[in-house]
């Protein structure tokens, strides 16, 4: 069993949207851009719970990535290391809000697989 790197982006093509977006989106740089693109509207509306709601399937779309993008990592826009900073700037905010929630395996999670190179 299991599906193979190759075809993983295929399987969830949610994460995989996700994925893109870091990649190639350069008017999304933070955490709440990114939380503002996945409900397409102002988030002031949403309560709090919404708020992590969406914040967690962030961290699920980015978990997954870690594991099953390895094929995919080049970026389509001029400034690759601003990307890449990016990247890590969100990663570090995901990783932050985890270790408040004492949960620890997900943050090593968070940075396994491409986002350990």
């Not at 399937?57 to 400034?79: F, H, K, P, Y």
Request: charged share 30%; aromatic share 8%.
């Amino acid at each position: 069993g299991g599906v193979s790197e190759e075809n993983a982006r295929f399987d969830n093509p949610y994460n995989t949207a996700i994925w893109i977006i870091i990649l190639n989106d350069i008017s999304v740089n933070t955490v709440s851009d990114f939380i503002s693109l996945m409900r397409l509207e102002d988030h002031t509306d949403r309560s709090d719970d919404e708020s992590f709601e969406e914040e967690e399937r962030l961290i699920q779309a980015l978990e997954w990535a870690s594991r099953n993008m390895g094929e995919l990592t080049e970026c389509g826009v001029e400034d690759a290391n601003a990307r890449e900073k990016t990247l890590i700037e969100i990663l570090t905010v995901l990783s932050e809000r985890l270790i408040l929630k004492q949960e620890y395996t997900r943050v090593h999670r968070l940075w396994s697989g491409i986002f350990a190179k």
